[in-house]
């Protein structure tokens, strides 16, 4: 009968998934069976744990997240919880043996948006970032590599390179809800309220250098069964900051880019196409 709460618990990461974000759910469907639920899995965890701090303003955010954080670790010691997403996620840890520092420096950038609303130095922005996604693209390249531990060494570079150039396009997306609603301001020694031209381009020019970095070195050289999820999840972004590049620079804050379906799909049929004729 555990399995049976193990498949609804897997089953439960893979919905937040879903009604969280159709085009990460699109690029998770195109991994190989074998590694989709553990990548559903590390979502559900990251997900739950970022809407505590950025959503649920009518409670204590603080007890929240204190109680998430000591319920996992509850759950990782006994092998179980009655919380579907630390369930399915412990089984996740466990079962490649991801590091419980990436685990830490995730929650320390979470517990950080509770209190935290200004990155004044690139030290601080570089900490956070590194919680907030590096270490969540090295817990899906643990997933990816399954126990070969020279390929995770290789790959770890590139893998924090793309979960920084992912949350750099997340923040230029959310200025507006950031800035305004949330009053934080993650750039360092740029004025949001006065965003410029030339610093959009800086920040523009800096993640198109961790995409660079992370395709080289990192997605080109992924073992197949992730290697098609990821680059589609990387020309999503891609595509994404393409959009944000467009938008003149005292606009972006009042506009808010989106990838339409249709694109979402002629992106996967361009991709699709490009990984069968082995171009990548």
Known sequence: MKELFDNV?????????????????????????????????IYGFVRFAD???????????????????KDYYIAKAQGISLNPILNSFQQTVNTYNIP???????????????HKTEYQTKEEYDAYI??????????????????????????KDAAMRLGSAFQKVNF???????????????????DLGKLDPASKQQIIDEIEEDFNYAFTNGVLKLPVEAKFGVYM?????????????SVPSEKIMDTRIRISDPMKINLLARSYVKYKLNLI
């Open 51 to 69: 809407e505590i701090v950025d959503t649920f303003h009518e409670y204590n955010k603080e007890e929240l997240m204190a109680h998430f954080e």
């Open 100 to 114: 419980d520092e990436m685990v830490q420096a995730f929650l320390r950038s979470m517990k950080a948006d509770l």
């Open 233 to 245: 999840a990387y020309r999503y972004y891609r595509r994404l900051l393409k959009k944000l590049n």
């Open 172 to 190: 230029l997306r959310d200025l507006k809800d950031d800035f305004e609603l949330l009053n934080r301001s993650y750039f360092p020694t740029i």
């Open 130 to 155: 590194y919680g907030s996604a590096d270490v969540v693209g090295l817990m899906c390249l643990k997933v990816f590599v399954n126990g070969d531990d020279a390929m995770f060494n290789e790959l």
């Open 9 to 41: 618990s897997h089953s439960c990461s893979k919905l937040v998934t879903k009604k969280y974000s159709t085009s990460f759910s699109l690029a998770v469907n195109m991994l190989s069976p074998k590694i989709r639920a553990d990548i559903y899995n």
